[in-house]
């Protein structure tokens, strides 16, 4: 008969250290033409970063999204995976028409907006994370992480944009705000600016020190944190 075995004291002081950080730098989506697939994501306006190749059949191509940390590689003999197998593939977004418009300008076809008809796996709609039921148009509330719009490449490896302007709690660390263009911070400043104005209806005042204010606000709202009144 096996027991269960207990913790030790340096198992539980180990669990409550922080974790050494584990960084995911690149995600691999299976192609079955290199040369199509580069042309592809250089017309996104992603950067090339390596394209290396060998005489046994070995080639290697490496992209990153704008403002991201995560690259992808693909090319010949670095998956087994099927082409077109992918099919989970995120890029956070600040502004989903904004992102859509940029593809559209660039010459991709890409969805319409749409959003989640409730916690159901089940129905004709492709499987997401928000479930088996897609209603047209952005999220009527504009809920953060709420509103979608999807693009497949030409082998069919599908790619969503999710609008992203206000973080769970505990998802991200205040210190690392960041803003990956001045278009994203100009649209943080503008959240700001408005909630501000709601700030002095209620106060009555007029606050001379609205830039903390702001400050305040924007760190907030990428951290997830409740908001300044």
């Avoid at 916690?119 to 509103?147: M, Q, T």
Wanted: net charge negative.
């Amino acid at each position: 008969m096996t027991t269960p075995e207990m913790n030790h004291p340096a198992d539980a002081k180990s669990a409550t250290s922080r974790a050494i950080d584990l960084k995911l730098e690149v995600v691999v989506i299976p192609v079955s033409d290199v040369d199509r697939a580069k042309a592809f994501y250089a017309s996104l306006g992603w950067r090339l970063d390596a394209d290396f190749a060998s005489g046994d059949g070995w080639r290697v191509i490496q992209f990153t999204p704008p403002g991201s940390a995560c690259s992808v590689i693909f090319g010949k003999n670095v998956t087994p995976a099927a082409p077109g197998s992918a099919q989970g593939l995120y890029l956070i977004v600040s502004d989903l028409e904004a992102a859509r418009q940029d593809l559209l300008a660039r010459g991709i076809k890409i969805s319409e907006p749409f959003h989640g008809g409730g916690d159901v796996h089940a129905g004709a709609d492709e499987p997401y994370l928000f479930g088996s039921v897609r209603l047209n148009g952005a999220d009527p509330k504009r809920g953060s992480y709420s509103s979608f719009a999807s693009f497949r490449d030409p082998d069919g490896n599908c790619w969503f944009f999710q609008e992203v302007t206000t973080r769970l709690p505990g998802r991200i660390e205040a210190t690392d705000t960041t803003f990956t263009s001045s278009d994203e911070l100009a649209r943080a400043l503008r959240r700001a600016a408005a909630a501000h104005g709601e700030h002095e209806k209620r106060t009555g005042l007029h606050d001379e020190n609205w830039q903390d204010w702001y400050a305040d606000y924007i760190v907030r709202e990428q951290a997830g944190h409740s908001l300044p009144t």
